[in-house]
Protein backbone atom coordinates (compact mmCIF):
# COMPACT_ATOMS: atom_id res chain seq x y z
CA UNK A 1 0.00 0.00 0.00
CA UNK A 2 2.71 2.36 0.83
CA UNK A 3 4.27 1.61 -2.74
CA UNK A 4 1.74 2.33 -4.33
CA UNK A 5 0.74 5.41 -2.60
CA UNK A 6 4.48 6.60 -3.11
CA UNK A 7 4.18 5.52 -7.23
CA UNK A 8 1.03 6.90 -7.37
CA UNK A 9 2.85 10.48 -6.10
CA UNK A 10 5.35 10.34 -8.61
CA UNK A 11 3.05 9.34 -11.45
CA UNK A 12 0.27 11.71 -10.50
CA UNK A 13 3.29 14.62 -10.53
CA UNK A 14 4.06 13.33 -14.01
CA UNK A 15 0.44 13.84 -15.22
CA UNK A 16 0.04 17.30 -14.17
CA UNK A 17 3.61 18.36 -15.03
CA UNK A 18 2.12 17.06 -18.75
CA UNK A 19 -1.28 18.27 -18.95
CA UNK A 20 0.05 21.61 -17.78
CA UNK A 21 3.29 21.71 -20.38
CA UNK A 22 1.66 19.54 -23.09
CA UNK A 23 4.94 19.12 -24.52
CA UNK A 24 5.48 15.75 -24.64
CA UNK A 25 1.88 14.69 -26.16
CA UNK A 26 1.64 17.57 -28.80
CA UNK A 27 4.63 16.47 -30.05
CA UNK A 28 3.55 12.86 -30.00
CA UNK A 29 0.46 13.72 -31.37
CA UNK A 30 1.59 16.00 -34.35
CA UNK A 31 4.37 13.53 -35.00
CA UNK A 32 1.49 10.40 -35.14
CA UNK A 33 -0.78 12.87 -37.25
CA UNK A 34 2.21 13.41 -40.25
CA UNK A 35 2.90 9.82 -40.34
CA UNK A 36 -0.74 9.03 -41.09
CA UNK A 37 -0.88 12.23 -43.63
CA UNK A 38 2.75 10.58 -45.22
CA UNK A 39 1.01 7.29 -45.23
CA UNK A 40 -2.15 8.33 -46.68
CA UNK A 41 -0.29 10.01 -49.98
CA UNK A 42 2.48 6.99 -49.88
CA UNK A 43 0.24 4.75 -50.74
CA UNK A 44 -1.62 6.47 -53.95
CA UNK A 45 -3.04 3.51 -56.05
CA UNK A 46 -5.36 2.21 -52.84
CA UNK A 47 -4.75 5.47 -50.99
CA UNK A 48 -8.58 4.89 -48.87
CA UNK A 49 -7.43 0.79 -48.24
CA UNK A 50 -4.49 0.46 -46.19
CA UNK A 51 -6.36 -3.02 -44.62
CA UNK A 52 -3.65 -5.49 -45.88
CA UNK A 53 -0.96 -3.96 -43.98
CA UNK A 54 -2.71 -1.45 -41.39
CA UNK A 55 -0.93 -3.34 -38.45
CA UNK A 56 2.73 -2.73 -39.68
CA UNK A 57 1.84 0.98 -40.61
CA UNK A 58 0.13 1.27 -37.28
CA UNK A 59 2.94 0.34 -35.30
CA UNK A 60 5.21 1.92 -37.49
CA UNK A 61 3.91 5.37 -36.20
CA UNK A 62 3.58 4.17 -32.92
CA UNK A 63 7.16 3.17 -32.22
CA UNK A 64 8.31 6.70 -33.46
CA UNK A 65 5.83 7.83 -31.38
CA UNK A 66 6.83 6.42 -28.73
CA UNK A 67 10.72 6.82 -28.79
CA UNK A 68 9.68 10.71 -29.41
CA UNK A 69 7.84 10.78 -25.45
CA UNK A 70 10.52 8.44 -24.10
CA UNK A 71 13.16 11.10 -24.73
CA UNK A 72 11.12 13.68 -23.25
CA UNK A 73 10.35 11.69 -20.33
CA UNK A 74 12.65 12.85 -17.79
CA UNK A 75 12.82 16.33 -19.26
CA UNK A 76 11.27 17.63 -16.36
CA UNK A 77 13.76 15.32 -13.92
CA UNK A 78 16.85 16.95 -15.64
CA UNK A 79 15.43 20.61 -15.09
CA UNK A 80 16.18 21.87 -11.91
CA UNK A 81 18.01 18.25 -11.01
CA UNK A 82 14.95 17.01 -9.67
CA UNK A 83 15.93 13.36 -10.43
CA UNK A 84 18.74 13.91 -8.01
CA UNK A 85 15.71 14.72 -5.52
CA UNK A 86 13.82 11.66 -6.21
CA UNK A 87 16.91 9.60 -5.29
CA UNK A 88 17.90 11.39 -2.36
CA UNK A 89 13.67 10.22 -1.18
CA UNK A 90 13.66 7.50 0.73
CA UNK A 91 11.89 5.16 -1.55
CA UNK A 92 12.73 2.01 -3.57
CA UNK A 93 14.44 3.38 -6.89
CA UNK A 94 12.44 0.70 -8.54
CA UNK A 95 9.05 2.00 -7.83
CA UNK A 96 10.67 4.94 -9.85
CA UNK A 97 10.59 2.60 -12.81
CA UNK A 98 7.24 1.54 -12.08
CA UNK A 99 5.52 5.04 -11.80
CA UNK A 100 7.90 6.08 -15.04
CA UNK A 101 6.63 3.23 -17.15
CA UNK A 102 3.03 3.92 -15.89
CA UNK A 103 3.33 7.36 -17.34
CA UNK A 104 4.60 6.10 -20.39
CA UNK A 105 2.23 3.74 -21.03
CA UNK A 106 -0.66 6.25 -20.06
CA UNK A 107 0.94 8.71 -22.88
CA UNK A 108 1.43 6.43 -25.67
CA UNK A 109 -2.18 4.79 -24.67
CA UNK A 110 -4.19 8.90 -25.18
CA UNK A 111 -2.21 8.97 -28.41
CA UNK A 112 -3.41 5.45 -29.12
CA UNK A 113 -7.08 6.22 -28.38
CA UNK A 114 -7.03 9.39 -30.82
CA UNK A 115 -5.10 7.91 -33.64
CA UNK A 116 -6.83 4.58 -33.80
CA UNK A 117 -10.26 5.11 -34.88
CA UNK A 118 -8.75 7.79 -36.93
CA UNK A 119 -6.63 5.57 -38.74
CA UNK A 120 -9.66 3.29 -38.88
CA UNK A 121 -11.85 5.28 -40.64
CA UNK A 122 -9.79 6.60 -42.95
CA UNK A 123 -7.31 3.15 -44.01
CA UNK A 124 -9.29 -0.19 -42.76
CA UNK A 125 -12.17 -1.35 -45.00
CA UNK A 126 -12.85 -4.54 -42.50
CA UNK A 127 -14.86 -3.89 -39.79
CA UNK A 128 -13.19 -5.69 -37.08
CA UNK A 129 -15.12 -4.30 -34.20
CA UNK A 130 -16.03 -7.99 -33.49
CA UNK A 131 -12.47 -8.95 -32.16
CA UNK A 132 -11.97 -5.42 -30.61
CA UNK A 133 -11.15 -7.27 -27.26
CA UNK A 134 -8.75 -9.05 -28.69
CA UNK A 135 -7.14 -6.00 -30.58
CA UNK A 136 -7.02 -3.73 -27.55
CA UNK A 137 -5.36 -6.43 -25.98
CA UNK A 138 -2.70 -6.68 -28.17
CA UNK A 139 -2.42 -2.44 -28.25
CA UNK A 140 -2.00 -2.86 -24.61
CA UNK A 141 0.79 -5.36 -24.24
CA UNK A 142 2.30 -3.50 -26.98
CA UNK A 143 2.57 -0.50 -25.20
CA UNK A 144 3.46 -2.02 -22.27
CA UNK A 145 6.47 -3.96 -23.37
CA UNK A 146 7.63 -0.46 -25.47
CA UNK A 147 7.06 1.46 -21.89
CA UNK A 148 8.77 -1.09 -19.41
CA UNK A 149 12.12 -1.67 -22.03
CA UNK A 150 11.60 1.84 -23.18
CA UNK A 151 11.68 3.51 -19.63
CA UNK A 152 14.97 1.32 -18.66
CA UNK A 153 16.59 2.19 -22.07
CA UNK A 154 16.17 5.75 -21.42
CA UNK A 155 17.29 5.49 -17.68
CA UNK A 156 20.87 4.47 -18.71
CA UNK A 157 20.60 6.96 -21.63
CA UNK A 158 19.93 9.81 -19.26
CA UNK A 159 23.17 11.02 -17.97
CA UNK A 160 24.85 10.87 -21.39
CA UNK A 161 25.32 13.08 -23.75
CA UNK A 162 23.83 11.85 -27.14
CA UNK A 163 20.61 10.39 -25.53
CA UNK A 164 18.39 11.17 -28.26
CA UNK A 165 20.57 8.84 -30.32
CA UNK A 166 21.32 6.18 -27.67
CA UNK A 167 17.36 5.25 -27.01
CA UNK A 168 16.69 4.13 -30.95
CA UNK A 169 20.14 2.07 -30.98
CA UNK A 170 19.54 0.39 -27.31
CA UNK A 171 16.14 0.37 -27.39
CA UNK A 172 14.60 -0.80 -30.96
CA UNK A 173 16.83 -3.79 -31.12
CA UNK A 174 15.24 -4.99 -27.47
CA UNK A 175 11.85 -4.15 -28.73
CA UNK A 176 11.65 -5.59 -32.17
CA UNK A 177 10.38 -9.06 -30.47
CA UNK A 178 7.65 -6.63 -29.37
CA UNK A 179 7.27 -4.52 -32.45
CA UNK A 180 6.59 -8.47 -34.26
CA UNK A 181 4.30 -9.39 -31.97
CA UNK A 182 2.21 -6.87 -31.85
CA UNK A 183 2.40 -6.19 -35.53
CA UNK A 184 0.96 -10.20 -36.17
CA UNK A 185 -1.55 -9.68 -33.16
CA UNK A 186 -3.14 -5.60 -35.45
CA UNK A 187 -2.15 -6.54 -38.45
CA UNK A 188 -4.17 -10.42 -38.63
CA UNK A 189 -7.21 -8.62 -36.88
CA UNK A 190 -6.99 -5.21 -39.15
CA UNK A 191 -6.48 -7.61 -42.33
CA UNK A 192 -9.94 -9.43 -42.38
CA UNK A 193 -11.83 -12.35 -40.50
CA UNK A 194 -10.24 -14.79 -38.86
CA UNK A 195 -9.90 -18.31 -39.82
CA UNK A 196 -9.29 -20.88 -37.02
CA UNK A 197 -5.42 -21.30 -38.20
CA UNK A 198 -5.14 -17.13 -38.22
CA UNK A 199 -7.12 -16.70 -34.68
CA UNK A 200 -5.17 -19.51 -32.89
CA UNK A 201 -1.63 -17.93 -34.56
CA UNK A 202 -2.98 -14.11 -32.76
CA UNK A 203 -4.01 -16.02 -29.22
CA UNK A 204 -0.06 -17.66 -29.12
CA UNK A 205 1.55 -13.99 -30.11
CA UNK A 206 -1.04 -11.96 -27.45
CA UNK A 207 0.43 -15.32 -25.05
CA UNK A 208 3.82 -14.85 -26.13
CA UNK A 209 3.90 -10.87 -26.14
CA UNK A 210 2.53 -11.51 -22.37
CA UNK A 211 5.33 -13.32 -21.49
CA UNK A 212 7.78 -10.92 -23.09
CA UNK A 213 6.06 -8.03 -21.07
CA UNK A 214 6.57 -9.75 -17.96
CA UNK A 215 10.01 -10.46 -18.62
CA UNK A 216 11.27 -7.22 -19.64
CA UNK A 217 9.49 -5.54 -16.93
CA UNK A 218 11.02 -7.65 -14.30
CA UNK A 219 13.91 -7.96 -15.62
CA UNK A 220 14.20 -4.02 -15.82
CA UNK A 221 12.77 -3.66 -12.39
CA UNK A 222 15.41 -5.66 -10.68
CA UNK A 223 18.46 -4.10 -12.35
CA UNK A 224 16.60 -0.05 -12.26
CA UNK A 225 19.06 0.51 -9.12
CA UNK A 226 22.12 -0.19 -10.68
CA UNK A 227 21.34 1.99 -13.77
CA UNK A 228 19.77 5.26 -12.50
CA UNK A 229 22.33 7.52 -10.83
CA UNK A 230 25.21 6.18 -12.10
CA UNK B 1 31.84 6.71 19.56
CA UNK B 2 28.56 6.55 20.46
CA UNK B 3 28.12 10.22 19.09
CA UNK B 4 29.83 9.88 15.95
CA UNK B 5 27.44 10.99 13.25
CA UNK B 6 29.28 10.55 10.10
CA UNK B 7 32.45 7.94 9.93
CA UNK B 8 34.42 8.33 6.46
CA UNK B 9 36.92 5.82 6.20
CA UNK B 10 39.04 4.65 2.70
CA UNK B 11 37.25 6.38 0.59
CA UNK B 12 37.51 6.47 -2.78
CA UNK B 13 35.92 7.04 -6.10
CA UNK B 14 36.79 7.10 -9.69
CA UNK B 15 34.89 8.15 -12.95
CA UNK B 16 36.67 5.70 -15.12
CA UNK B 17 40.44 6.70 -14.85
CA UNK B 18 39.86 9.80 -13.17
CA UNK B 19 40.34 9.32 -9.69
CA UNK B 20 38.29 12.08 -7.65
CA UNK B 21 38.48 10.94 -4.07
CA UNK B 22 41.80 9.03 -3.29
CA UNK B 23 41.10 7.64 -0.03
CA UNK B 24 39.53 10.25 2.70
CA UNK B 25 38.81 9.55 6.03
CA UNK B 26 37.41 11.56 8.81
CA UNK B 27 34.30 11.17 11.26
CA UNK B 28 31.84 14.02 12.39
CA UNK B 29 30.60 14.05 15.72
CA UNK B 30 26.48 14.46 16.53
CA UNK B 31 25.86 18.47 16.38
CA UNK B 32 28.98 19.04 14.56
CA UNK B 33 29.51 21.74 11.65
CA UNK B 34 32.02 20.33 9.28
CA UNK B 35 33.21 23.68 6.55
CA UNK B 36 35.15 21.97 3.39
CA UNK B 37 36.87 23.67 1.36
CA UNK B 38 38.93 23.39 -1.87
CA UNK B 39 39.45 24.43 -4.86
CA UNK B 40 37.23 23.51 -8.31
CA UNK B 41 37.97 19.63 -8.84
CA UNK B 42 38.68 19.03 -5.59
CA UNK B 43 36.12 16.52 -5.34
CA UNK B 44 34.01 18.18 -2.65
CA UNK B 45 30.64 17.75 -4.30
CA UNK B 46 31.26 14.33 -5.17
CA UNK B 47 31.60 14.04 -1.44
CA UNK B 48 28.75 15.12 -0.60
CA UNK B 49 27.06 12.94 -2.90
CA UNK B 50 28.40 9.86 -1.81
CA UNK B 51 27.35 11.15 1.72
CA UNK B 52 24.15 11.73 0.11
CA UNK B 53 23.33 8.43 -0.97
CA UNK B 54 23.30 10.10 -4.63
CA UNK B 55 26.64 8.24 -6.01
CA UNK B 56 28.33 5.19 -4.73
CA UNK B 57 31.79 5.32 -3.84
CA UNK B 58 34.00 3.17 -5.55
CA UNK B 59 35.76 2.09 -2.15
CA UNK B 60 35.96 2.46 1.40
CA UNK B 61 33.16 2.38 3.94
CA UNK B 62 31.14 5.31 4.92
CA UNK B 63 28.30 5.05 8.30
CA UNK B 64 25.87 7.88 8.91
CA UNK B 65 24.42 7.77 12.45
CA UNK B 66 25.47 4.31 12.96
CA UNK B 67 24.28 2.75 9.40
CA UNK B 68 26.56 1.31 6.79
CA UNK B 69 25.52 3.51 3.61
CA UNK B 70 25.89 1.08 0.99
CA UNK B 71 24.21 -1.69 3.17
CA UNK B 72 21.46 0.08 3.96
CA UNK B 73 20.71 3.61 2.04
CA UNK B 74 16.80 3.90 2.67
CA UNK B 75 17.46 4.91 6.54
CA UNK B 76 20.09 6.74 5.68
CA UNK B 77 18.02 8.81 3.41
CA UNK B 78 15.39 9.81 5.59
CA UNK B 79 17.97 11.31 8.69
CA UNK B 80 19.68 13.34 5.64
CA UNK B 81 18.82 16.58 3.92
CA UNK B 82 20.62 18.03 0.96
CA UNK B 83 20.67 21.58 -0.02
CA UNK B 84 22.76 22.45 -3.72
CA UNK B 85 22.85 24.79 -5.90
CA UNK B 86 20.54 22.80 -7.87
CA UNK B 87 16.88 23.88 -6.04
CA UNK B 88 15.93 20.26 -6.94
CA UNK B 89 12.71 21.55 -7.63
CA UNK B 90 9.77 21.31 -10.33
CA UNK B 91 9.44 24.55 -12.31
CA UNK B 92 5.77 23.39 -13.48
CA UNK B 93 4.66 22.67 -9.91
CA UNK B 94 3.60 25.81 -7.50
CA UNK B 95 5.96 25.91 -4.32
CA UNK B 96 2.98 24.10 -1.70
CA UNK B 97 2.94 21.37 -4.87
CA UNK B 98 6.93 20.76 -4.91
CA UNK B 99 6.66 20.60 -0.60
CA UNK B 100 3.87 18.12 -0.53
CA UNK B 101 5.08 15.86 -3.14
CA UNK B 102 8.25 15.47 -1.53
CA UNK B 103 6.69 15.50 2.24
CA UNK B 104 4.38 12.28 0.38
CA UNK B 105 7.45 10.64 -0.84
CA UNK B 106 9.27 11.13 3.07
CA UNK B 107 6.34 10.63 4.68
CA UNK B 108 6.04 13.57 6.99
CA UNK B 109 3.14 13.51 9.62
CA UNK B 110 0.58 16.60 9.41
CA UNK B 111 1.89 17.06 6.16
CA UNK B 112 -0.47 20.18 5.54
CA UNK B 113 1.04 22.12 8.83
CA UNK B 114 4.37 21.63 8.32
CA UNK B 115 4.31 22.62 4.62
CA UNK B 116 2.76 25.78 5.98
CA UNK B 117 5.57 26.34 8.81
CA UNK B 118 8.13 26.04 6.56
CA UNK B 119 6.74 28.08 3.98
CA UNK B 120 6.35 30.89 6.79
CA UNK B 121 9.72 30.23 8.09
CA UNK B 122 11.52 31.15 4.36
CA UNK B 123 9.17 33.67 3.83
CA UNK B 124 6.94 32.27 1.17
CA UNK B 125 3.55 31.74 2.16
CA UNK B 126 2.15 34.64 -0.13
CA UNK B 127 3.77 32.72 -3.46
CA UNK B 128 2.62 29.45 -2.37
CA UNK B 129 0.87 28.87 -5.20
CA UNK B 130 2.56 30.21 -7.76
CA UNK B 131 4.68 28.11 -10.35
CA UNK B 132 8.42 27.54 -9.10
CA UNK B 133 9.46 28.80 -12.44
CA UNK B 134 8.02 32.13 -11.83
CA UNK B 135 10.56 32.83 -8.62
CA UNK B 136 13.23 34.32 -8.56
CA UNK B 137 16.43 32.61 -7.90
CA UNK B 138 16.59 33.74 -3.96
CA UNK B 139 13.43 32.54 -3.74
CA UNK B 140 14.00 29.38 -5.77
CA UNK B 141 16.54 28.82 -3.26
CA UNK B 142 14.64 29.82 -0.18
CA UNK B 143 12.01 27.32 -0.96
CA UNK B 144 14.58 24.30 -1.80
CA UNK B 145 15.76 25.28 1.94
CA UNK B 146 11.81 24.26 2.67
CA UNK B 147 12.24 21.08 0.37
CA UNK B 148 15.47 20.14 2.42
CA UNK B 149 14.02 20.20 5.69
CA UNK B 150 10.32 18.69 5.19
CA UNK B 151 11.18 15.70 6.87
CA UNK B 152 12.87 17.07 9.27
CA UNK B 153 16.57 15.72 9.21
CA UNK B 154 19.07 15.26 11.83
CA UNK B 155 21.85 15.48 9.09
CA UNK B 156 22.45 18.58 6.65
CA UNK B 157 24.52 18.46 3.40
CA UNK B 158 25.31 21.77 1.69
CA UNK B 159 26.94 22.36 -1.15
CA UNK B 160 27.46 26.07 -1.71
CA UNK B 161 24.36 26.92 -0.40
CA UNK B 162 24.87 30.42 -0.23
CA UNK B 163 26.12 30.55 -4.24
CA UNK B 164 23.46 33.47 -6.07
CA UNK B 165 21.76 34.30 -3.14
CA UNK B 166 20.46 37.66 -2.66
CA UNK B 167 21.45 39.17 0.66
CA UNK B 168 17.78 38.99 1.77
CA UNK B 169 17.87 35.04 1.09
CA UNK B 170 21.09 34.81 2.46
CA UNK B 171 20.15 36.16 5.60
CA UNK B 172 17.07 33.86 5.34
CA UNK B 173 19.27 30.86 5.48
CA UNK B 174 22.06 32.23 8.18
CA UNK B 175 18.88 32.47 10.25
CA UNK B 176 17.75 28.49 9.52
CA UNK B 177 20.87 27.11 9.85
CA UNK B 178 21.16 28.94 13.54
CA UNK B 179 17.66 28.28 14.33
CA UNK B 180 18.19 24.21 13.81
CA UNK B 181 22.02 24.43 14.63
CA UNK B 182 21.86 22.83 18.21
CA UNK B 183 20.01 19.63 16.48
CA UNK B 184 21.53 19.28 13.69
CA UNK B 185 24.85 18.07 12.48
CA UNK B 186 25.91 19.94 8.91
CA UNK B 187 28.69 19.13 5.99
CA UNK B 188 29.11 22.41 4.15
CA UNK B 189 30.83 22.84 1.13
CA UNK B 190 31.43 26.42 0.23
CA UNK B 191 34.09 28.56 -0.88
CA UNK B 192 33.36 31.64 1.31
CA UNK B 193 35.92 31.47 4.10
CA UNK B 194 34.53 33.74 6.48
CA UNK B 195 30.95 32.07 6.41
CA UNK B 196 32.36 28.40 6.61
CA UNK B 197 35.17 29.23 9.54
CA UNK B 198 32.59 30.76 11.61
CA UNK B 199 29.82 28.32 11.49
CA UNK B 200 32.36 25.33 11.29
CA UNK B 201 33.22 23.16 14.60
CA UNK B 202 36.13 21.40 11.94
CA UNK B 203 37.23 22.24 8.59
CA UNK B 204 38.48 20.34 6.03
CA UNK B 205 40.48 21.30 2.85
CA UNK B 206 40.23 19.18 0.18
CA UNK B 207 42.62 19.14 -2.66
CA UNK B 208 43.00 16.71 -5.70
CA UNK B 209 40.73 13.90 -4.02
CA UNK B 210 42.85 14.24 -1.04
CA UNK B 211 42.46 15.53 2.05
CA UNK B 212 45.25 18.26 2.90
CA UNK B 213 43.65 20.17 5.97
CA UNK B 214 41.41 19.05 8.48
CA UNK B 215 41.84 20.33 12.21
CA UNK B 216 38.83 21.29 14.94
CA UNK B 217 38.17 24.60 15.11
CA UNK B 218 40.11 25.76 18.06
CA UNK B 219 43.15 24.30 16.71
CA UNK B 220 42.38 26.14 13.61
CA UNK B 221 45.62 28.96 13.32
CA UNK B 222 43.87 31.14 10.90
CA UNK B 223 47.48 32.08 8.56
CA UNK B 224 48.35 28.60 8.14
CA UNK B 225 44.54 27.69 7.27
CA UNK B 226 44.47 30.81 4.85
CA UNK B 227 48.00 29.74 3.30
CA UNK B 228 47.20 25.72 2.57
CA UNK B 229 43.98 26.93 1.37
CA UNK B 230 45.36 30.08 -1.20
CA UNK B 231 47.96 27.23 -2.15
CA UNK B 232 45.43 24.59 -2.72
CA UNK B 233 43.54 26.98 -4.94
CA UNK B 234 46.02 28.52 -7.04
CA UNK B 235 46.86 24.88 -8.11
CA UNK B 236 50.03 24.55 -6.31
CA UNK B 237 51.07 21.33 -4.57
CA UNK B 238 50.29 21.28 -0.95
Known sequence: ?230 | MEDIEIKVSGLKKDFGRRKVLKGIDFSLKKGGFLSVFGPNGAGKTTMVKILSTLEAPTKGDVTIAGIDLMADPIPIKKKIGLISHNPLLYGDLNAHENLRFYGVLYKVDDLESRIDELLDRVELSNRRYDYVRTFSQGMTQRLAIARALIHKPSILFLDEPHSGLDPHAVDILDGLLDDIRAEHTFVMVTHNLEKGLTLCSQAMILDGGKIVFFEEKKDIKRNKFEAIYKKSVKGEVV
Open chain 1, 1 to 230: MTSFSQIWTILKKDLILELRTREMLISMFLFVMLTMVIFNYSFSADRNDLTAFGGGLLWIAFIFTALLGLNRSFAHEKEGGCLDGLLLSPIDRSLIYTSKVLSNFIFLSIIQIITIPIFTIFFIRYNYFPMIVLFILGIFLGNLGIASIGTFVTTLAINTKRRDLLVPILGLPLMMPILWLAVTISGNIMAGPLGPNTLKEVVRAVQILALFDIVYFVASYGLYDFVIGE
